[in-house]
């Protein structure tokens, strides 16, 4: 909690009220699993950095690492400016180890030919998750001027506006209303196992909407947050995005 609060409070010294994935750790604070990650700003250490991400992940941390791509990493360019990455060509996924330098140019590149003044913190690079296991969902809140932080749960990725399959519920949220949360939506069976897929570990997806829910609860100034993606997979959920507005 204190680590959550020292983040916010760095932000607001930033004089930004928007964050990224540079509040990655706010998350990992409460306990909301992320995959391994690292801003740099800098070519060599982008490169230093996935070396590390890959090594960690080829020795074998409990995770399933022979799923791993060969050395591959995710690279996203870090801005308060840039909220929708992809839309500018700021992700780059399923990068060798031999592209890593150049994608640091190029992201950062594309970044500023998009907004010469944008102000960017750096690009994140971050271990690959497995998609094809998984679902991507989306996990989020909104504060409701009327009734309150509303916490939402739903069908993610890039889904997410064109299928609006996602349920909401006022924070905190029980356990029970976190399973009923996974119930209500369309895209359920997805999540347990439709068309001979592995069901997903639906325990931690219960566990992040609650977990959520408390960071929200515990910082009012926290007025808008998503996680989208939360990839839930049969081993469990991990939070690979995340931006949050504050007050
Ligand atoms: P944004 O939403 O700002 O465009 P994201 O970080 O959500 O940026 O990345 C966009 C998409 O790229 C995700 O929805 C996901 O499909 C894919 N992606 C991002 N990070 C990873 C990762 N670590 N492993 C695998 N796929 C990823
Ligand atoms: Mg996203």
Known sequence: REAAREILESAARRDTNRLGVEAMGLLDAYGIPTPDGEIVDARADAVEAAERIVGASGEGDGDDADDDGDGEVVMKIVSP?????????????????????DTYEDLVTRARSYQ????ILGVQVQEM??????????????????????????????????????TLRLAPVSEASARE??????????????????????????????????????FPAIVELDI?????????????????TID
Request: proline share 8%; charged share 25%.
């Open 116 to 119: 010469p003044d944008a102000t």
């Open 81 to 101: 400016d840039i909220l929708h990455k992809s839309d500018i060509g700021g992700v780059a996924v399923g990068v060798p180890p031999e592209e890593v330098g």
């Open 129 to 166: 998750v497995d998609l094809d296991s998984g679902v991507e969902t989306i996990a989020g809140m909104n504060r409701d001027p009327q009734f309150g932080p509303l916490v939402l749960f739903g069908l993610g990725g890039i889904f997410v506006e064109v299928l609006e399959d996602t």
């Open 228 to 244: 989208n993606p939360l990839v839930a997979t049969p081993d469990g959920a991990q939070a690979v995005d995340v931006r949050l």
């Open 181 to 218: 949360m996974i119930d209500e939506i369309d895209a359920a069976p997805l999540l347990r196992g439709a068309r001979g897929r592995d069901p997903v570990d639906e325990g931690s997806v219960v566990e992040t909407i609650q977990r959520l829910s408390q960071l929200v609860t515990d």
